[in-house]
């Protein structure tokens, strides 16, 4: 096989946006789609099937194969279910697209637990739930792609998003090690950071930038990761408007100290620790 023909891919939160067009094309380049989606607001309130069947609509019209689900990710029922559908219609689960999201953007001074629990719930358990329910098959068949939705929020932080900027920086804690477990098993594991006029920014970038951020710049980079020839692992890209970047973490030549030092000490030198000049890719040292 090749590219992603033939493989059953989950997308969760696909019926809009970036999900939504993740799904057409995958379909089109010949994959069979689980269309997760539970239908409700922005801001998560509500649920309804109208979403996922007309992206499911939309891929069988233009002659492609694809199953609506509509459970939350954000319970393990609700994960299990959309790993469920995918056996239960395709006989077999190769992909995951971990996407569905929502906001509740405050200030930190003005977030609520409430705030706080339901974007987590979505965001990084709801990418727990589905991953964790696919990953036996994965490892079972020697084969599986993971794309998980990280932010540049989860990257270098946002104002009023410290629920969101956790979960998604989390995200990318997850696929690291991921990344690790499931190597020997050809089983790859990356994060995009996309940039997409959606629903999700219709108000937060002004509507010149936007019209340039069609999901569809979006989509062929989450495609390649989930193909079958793609060996990239353990990655962060960000992509949105023909722009395509990794992103990695460097690591400071920093200094040694012989003995413990002082806090004075830790001061003195200071400048070095945090010199980004000469810095290299960091790596776990006990991994
Ligand atoms: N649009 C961007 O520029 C941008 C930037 C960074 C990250 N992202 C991330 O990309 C992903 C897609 O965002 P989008 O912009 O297409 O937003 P969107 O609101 O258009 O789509 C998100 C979808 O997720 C679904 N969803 C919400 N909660 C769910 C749940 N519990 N179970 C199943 N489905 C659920 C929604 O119904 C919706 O259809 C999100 O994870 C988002 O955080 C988007």
């Known amino acids: 096989m090749a590219g992603v023909e033939g493989r059953v891919i989950a997308v969760t939160g696909a019926g809009n946006g970036l999900g939504r067009q993740y799904s057409l094309v995958l379909a089109a380049a010949g994959a069979k789609v689980v269309v997760n989606d539970l239908g409700g607001a922005r801001d998560g309130s509500g649920s309804g099937s109208a979403a996922a069947d007309a992206v499911v609509a939309e891929i069988k019209d233009a002659g492609g194969e694809a199953v609506a689900n509509y459970d939350s990710v954000a319970t393990e029922e609700g994960g299990k279910a959309v790993v469920g559908s995918a056996l239960d219609a395709f006989g ?31 965001h990084l358990y709801g990418g727990f739930h589905v991953l964790h329910a696919a990953w036996p098959h994965f490892r079972e068949q020697g084969h599986g792609r993971i794309v998980v939705a990280t932010s540049t929020s989860g990257i270098y932080g946002n104002f009023g998003q410290a629920n969101y900027g956790a979960a998604k920086g989390g995200l990318i804690g997850l696929i690291n090690t991921l990344a690790i477990e499931g190597r020997k098993y050809n089983v790859l594991a990356n994060a995009i950071a996309p940039m997409a006029a959606t629903r999700m920014t219709e108000d937060i970038a002004p509507p010149e930038m936007l019209a340039k951020l069609t999901p569809d710049h979006v989509a062929p980079v989450v495609g390649y990761l989930l193909a079958d020839e793609c060996t990239e692992t353990g990655s962060v890209l960000v992509a949105g408007g023909g722009q395509v970047h990794r992103v990695r973490q460097f690591q400071s030549k920093g200094v040694a100290f012989a003995e413990v030092p002082t806090i004075e000490q830790v001061g003195d030198r200071w400048a070095e620790i945090v010199d980004l000049d000469g810095a290299v890719p960091g790596s776990n040292p006990v991994g």
Do not use: E, P
């Open 92 to 122: 077999r689960i190769d992909g995951i697209v971990s996407n569905a999201g929502i906001l509740r953007d405050k200030a930190f001074h003005k977030m609520t637990a409430d705030d706080w629990n339901a974007v987590q719930q979505v």
